[in-house]
Nanobody, 123 residues
Framework: QVQLVESGGGLVQAGGSLRLSCTAS????????MGWFRQAPGKEREFVAA????????YYADSVKGRFTISRDNAKNTVYLQMNSLKPEDTAVYYC????????????????WGQGTQVTVSS
């Protein structure tokens, strides 16, 4: 069993930055591919970014490519999402996710979800 706890959300003006963190319990963190997803009000949850267990491979949704960076520190059991040049359309609840395979995480087929953290971008 893996528990994921997100932090770092908040209110920011358009053009600003935030860094989300997700810390996992357990001793096998580096065996999981990790991902970030988001869900805006009235919309379905969507993929944002994913990173392989080693951190060597990353993948981004087109809507955030060039603005967001996913990274991980396996010694700290933590994955990060650095969000720059934020836009009002980035407003959503952001969820951390863990899965066994990098490609399946991208598809949303994950084993564990965090509780979510709210990100609000004002115009």
């Amino acid at each position: 069993q893996v528990q994921l706890v997100e932090s770092g959300g908040g209110l920011v003006q358009a053009g600003g930055s935030l860094r989300l963190s997700c810390t996992a319990s357990g001793r096998t963190f580096n065996s999981y591919a990790m991902g970030w997803f988001r869900q805006a009000p009235g919309k379905e949850r969507e993929f944002v970014a994913a990173i392989s267990g080693s951190g060597a491979t990353t993948y981004y949704a087109d809507s955030v490519k060039g603005r967001f960076t996913i990274s991980r520190d396996n010694a700290k059991n933590t994955v990060y999402l650095q969000m720059n040049s934020l836009k009002p359309e980035d407003t959503a609840v952001y969820y951390c996710a863990a899965g066994g395979a990098f490609k399946t995480v991208i598809l949303g087929n994950v084993a564990y979800w965090g509780q979510g953290t709210q990100v609000t971008v004002s115009s």
